[in-house]
């Protein structure tokens, strides 16, 4: 875990909040933060996410080398978490577009990230915070957790030691690399899905492929094509 700065906390309302401020402040690459419990986290379009303390690990991790598509910060998250996953409990998760783990179609999984403020003269975030909750030995209703699909505890030390040497191989990779990679373990692609849109309105078709820019590209019944940057999926079959 060469490099890391990895924090715990007993208890915060969000890590990703008190990430995002430490950034501001000034706070270096790779500053990591766990909490034993939040009290106003939150999942994406602004859901309100809450478990027991110290069952799950809820961390944040702050990135300032970002690369020219912030998203590959997301994806390459969302597989380490699936490898420590595979190698702590032998849980081998699929990834959901945007960035949901899942065993047997039930969320184990969500990772959220948030961009900083702009740099000057770059187009790019200054830096971005990349959320990840993940349900190690409690899960809520209709969800998963490794506890329950390992029958095997394990620690979220465990987890976080195999995630963060993940996340030092990923991000040594090109751009094109990682995006394949991240393709390859998508499960949504090349199946039917509706599209839940935060307009209210929604897309049904077929998934045919994610772009380097974390955009999915979806083929209509009609036969127009839509590039998705925002959505909540639903796997039809």
Request: a negative charge; glycine letters at 10%.
């Amino acid at each position: 875990m060469s490099g890391w700065n990895v924090r715990w906390m007993a208890s915060t309302g969000s890590t990703n909040d008190d990430l995002l401020a430490a950034g501001r402040a000034g706070a270096p690459d790779k500053t990591v933060l766990i909490a034993d419990h939040q009290t106003a986290g939150k999942g994406r379009l602004d859901r309100r996410w809450e478990t027991p303390a110290g069952e799950n690990l809820l961390v944040s991790l702050l990135f300032r080398a970002v690369p020219a598509v912030p998203h590959a910060l997301t994806h390459a998250a969302a597989l380490a978490t699936a490898t420590a996953c595979e190698r702590t409990s032998g849980v081998a998760p699929d990834l959901k577009w945007p960035n949901d783990l899942l065993v047997g179609g039930r969320k184990l999984a969500g990772i959220l990230s948030t961009a900083g403020p702009l740099g000057g003269e770059q187009p790019r975030p200054t830096f971005v915070v990349v959320g990840i909750g993940l349900n190690i030995g409690w899960a809520p209703e209709g969800a998963a957790s490794l506890l329950g699909e390992s029958g095997r505890r394990v620690s979220r030390e465990e987890v976080m030691a195999v995630m963060l040497s993940e996340l030092d191989e990923l991000l040594s990779l090109s751009p094109e690399q990682l995006h394949d990679r991240y393709r390859r373990r998508l499960s949504t692609l090349n199946r039917e899905v509706r599209v839940e849109l935060p307009n209210s309105t929604f897309v049904e078709g077929r998934a045919l492929d994610v772009e380097s820019d974390g955009r999915l590209v979806v083929l209509d019944s009609c036969g127009a094509t839509h590039r998705l940057d925002v959505g909540d999926i639903v796997h039809l079959r």
